[in-house]
DNA sequence: CGTAATCCCAAGTGTGTGGGTCGGAATTAT
DNA sequence: ATAATTCCGACCCACACACTTGGGATTACG
């Protein structure tokens, strides 16, 4: 059940854009340095969010990128499904096109299956629920409260 | 964030040794019969089962698995644990020996880490909250229907 | 206009894991 | 003695992860 760095780079990533809403695109490469990641691996991340209007970009000098929408609109979820894939623990608990697995003749798999889809509801109901505006919200206190950790 | 084989196959074998109880032991290769699995990847697990006493051994003819204990104290989440290692969504969000985490020197990160903690929460009730018993009784409500799929 | 900063794109790479297979040794009921 | 089992260790191959490398296209700024 582990997410990868894919994910949980792309949620703080996001994070930090969050963070600098409205004040112009941040390039890839002050995340980067701010958050010890590699620069060119973030570029990898970036593709596909843009692609799914997550972010958008500004090429050239001065460029970077900026949320595609309102940091109240965007869900970890939603970073986490465009990076990760579908979160369901395994492919048959997925909503969509179940004839592929109407042929299922194991009748423990199909019992079992309904533990899966339980369990895939609630991880979409916990990442569904927490937004970046959230998550900047957090980041401010910790900010206000002179907390070392944020030197951001 | 999918489980694997190991931990799918897992639940399934030991829903049918549950369906057993009481009945002496069940061989591996019955199992694997029924279930189309391969009886020698079903003994990869039954060893890490074994040896976390979720299952008894009887060796030679005639032998076969137990359960380890009744089935009503042995949840998916226990299954899931021995075959699947802990179920964090990332390394740095299980419960124990944060000290590793604690040079940690990105905010993000940690503020991320709070989503992670609660995923996990989240992820072990559920699979706590069904118990080995709970999929019998569902096998059996199915097979009173006379649901063709169960042929067991 | 040149240059530097940036995004964009396509490959390559090394390590590990997933999902098994194979062959045989030890144990035991019949 | 034989057959049915568990037990054990080795091997294997494809794919995913976590990047790196090398460049091309675009644009602000001097």
Known sequence: MNITTKG??????MTELAMHDGK??????????NQGLSEHYL???????RRAGLVRSVRGAQGGYLLGRPAREISVGDVLR???GPLAPIECALD?????WENCTNPYNCLVRDVWVKLYK??????NGV?????????REAQARRNPMFYI
Chains 1, 2 share one sequence.
Do not use: D, R, S, W
């Open 82 to 84: 465009v990076l990760e």
């Open 43 to 49: 570029e990898q991340l970036f593709a596909p969010l």
């Open 24 to 33: 112009g695109p941040v390039p890839l490469k002050t995340i980067a340095e």
């Open 8 to 13: 949980h780079y792309g949620v703080m990533a």
């Open 96 to 100: 969509g096109n179940p004839e592929e």
């Open 122 to 127: 609630t991880i979409e109901e916990v990442v």
């Open 131 to 139: 937004t970046l505006e959230e998550l900047c919200q957090k980041a």
